[in-house]
């Protein structure tokens, strides 16, 4: 078979960057123990009230200082459970102001699920046995639906939430 000159530079080209890059990632990997931020910490799904951010009294909105917030929240199989109002009624709407800087950390207690507020940066997957954290300063008012982005099931449709800046 002939092959071009041109088309053999190219093809050397590409079948090196492929193994130099295989290389880095293979280092990264398993000499440096590089992984995605978020899978760093690890908690047992079968148990997550164990951990203080999942305990039933601090779920969902928390201002810990002037213009910051934390939100916690379990995801599970097909709801986000933010915790309860004054009224023992769940919470479906975090209310945040503008330009607030808000941390929201989640786990699931099952499978894996998406945490997306969509119109923002804050996306993330959600897996059971590890904690996702990400931290989004709000720059802009409105009303942000949270939805799962990772097929979780029957109900999947049926996961979500709301973020209204104000
Ligand atoms: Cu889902």
Known sequence: MHLHK???????????SLV??????????FWKGTHP?????TIDQNNVEAHDSFKPENLGLTEVADGKYKVNIVASAFNYD???????KPVKTIRVP???????????????H?????GTNVNMMVEPGH??????????????????????G???HQMFGKVEVY
Do not use: P
């Open 6 to 16: 041109y088309e053999k530079v190219w093809l050397t080209f590409g079948m090196a």
């Open 20 to 29: 130099i890059f295989l290389l880095i990632i293979g280092f990264a990997a």
């Open 37 to 41: 931020q978020s899978h760093l910490e």
């Open 82 to 88: 933010f915790g309860v109002d004054k009224d023992e």
């Open 98 to 112: 503008q330009g607030s800087t808000v941390l929201f950390t989640i786990t699931s207690k099952d499978v894996v």
């Open 114 to 118: 998406g945490f997306q507020v969509a």
């Open 131 to 152: 904690i996702s954290r990400y931290e989004a300063v709000m720059k802009n008012k409105g009303e942000f639906t949270v939805v799962c982005n990772e097929y979780c």
């Open 154 to 156: 029957i109900g999947h």
